[in-house]
């Protein structure tokens, strides 16, 4: 039977652009560019753990704004489950500490850059939430 692992992660935007980073080199997802987040401790709501988890990673605090849907994806060695939120950059510069690379992405070229397969599905969501609300 294959891990299980759950996970938040945060949409970020700004002036138009969404906040990616880039993983570094090791995992199935290696070197792609992801919506930043991580795990969940137990007993943590998803709200929590993404903003505990933006405060660590990228030392800066961030406002959950809406919830933009779940992702279960199959990787090779796991299953993971994602939970998408739209966020708001509240302070902070999202200064990388576990990624090797980040950089704001305009929404219609997220297509353009090497996302993590499970990250490549929330782009369709939010291509479609996009045509109808200012994210």
């Given at each position: 039977m294959k891990k299980h692992i759950e996970v938040v992660a945060a949409v970020i935007e700004k002036d138009n652009?969404?906040?990616c980073a880039r993983r570094a080199d090791f995992g199935e997802a290696a070197l792609k560019w992801?919506?930043?987040g991580g795990k969940i401790k137990l007993g943590e709501l998803h709200q929590?753990?993404?903003t505990r988890e933006i405060k660590e990673e990228l030392n800066?605090?961030?406002e959950v704004i809406d919830f933009i849907q779940t992702v279960e994806y199959e990787y090779k060695t796991f299953h993971l489950t994602m939970h998408?939120?739209?966020c708001q950059l509240i302070e902070g510069n999202l200064e990388i500490s576990e990624h090797i690379?980040?950089?704001w992405v305009e929404k219609d070229r997220l297509y353009e850059?090497?996302?993590?397969?499970a990250d490549i599905v929330i782009i369709n969501k939010l291509n479609n939430m996009l045509n109808c609300?200012?994210?």
């Open positions: 652009k969404i906040f992801e919506f930043p929590e753990a993404l800066s605090i961030i998408v939120y739209k690379e980040s950089k850059i090497d996302l993590a397969p609300l200012d994210i």
